[in-house]
C-alpha cells in the first residue's frame, strides 16, 4: 500500500482528535444535556479554550481536502516518491503539532507550523502540476 494512504488514514484519526477534542470542551462548558440535545438554544460564547479548540477543527477542515487529492492524487496517477512521502508526511506532522499549539494560544509559533504544513501539501501535489 502506498504510505500516501497511510498518511491519509493517520490524518482522518487525527481529524477524530479535533471534532472530539472540541467537543469535549464544549460540553464541560455547554454540560451533557446540551450535547444531546438539539442545540437550538442560544448559549453565551465559547470560553478561550474551547474557541481555539473549535477553530483549529475547522482549519484542519479547511486544509484536509486539499491533502486528500494531493495524496490520492499522486496515488491515483502513479506519481508516488519519496518527495509525496516527504511532503504528505510534513503536512500531517505539522497538523498534529498545529493542535496544542492553537489550544495552548501560542500565535507566532503556530502560523510557522501552518505554513510548513501547506509546504508539505505543495510538495506533495506538486507532481500533479506538472507534466
Request: cysteine-free; hydrophobic content about 60%.
Amino acid at each position: 500500500m502506498p504510505v500516501e494512504l497511510t498518511i491519509l488514514a493517520w490524518s482522518m484519526v487525527l481529524l477524530l482528535v479535533h471534532i472530539f477534542a472540541a467537543a469535549h470542551v464544549k460540553t464541560k462548558q455547554y454540560g451533557p444535556k446540551w450535547n444531546m440535545g438539539a442545540r437550538d438554544e442560544k448559549l453565551p460564547p465559547l470560553h478561550p479554550l474551547a474557541g481555539r479548540l473549535v477553530r483549529a477543527e475547522a482549519n484542519f477542515k479547511e486544509t484536509l481536502p486539499i491533502a486528500i487529492v494531493a495524496l490520492i492524487g499522486v496515488v491515483a496517477a502513479d506519481k508516488t516518491s519519496e518527495w509525496t512521502a516527504m511532503g504528505g508526511w510534513i503536512w500531517l506532522g505539522a497538523r498534529v503539532v498545529y493542535l496544542p499549539l492553537y489550544a495552548a494560544g501560542i500565535p507566532v509559533v503556530r502560523t510557522v507550523i501552518f505554513l510548513a504544513s501547506l509546504v508539505g501539501i505543495l510538495i506533495a501535489l506538486w507532481p500533479l502540476l506538472t507534466v
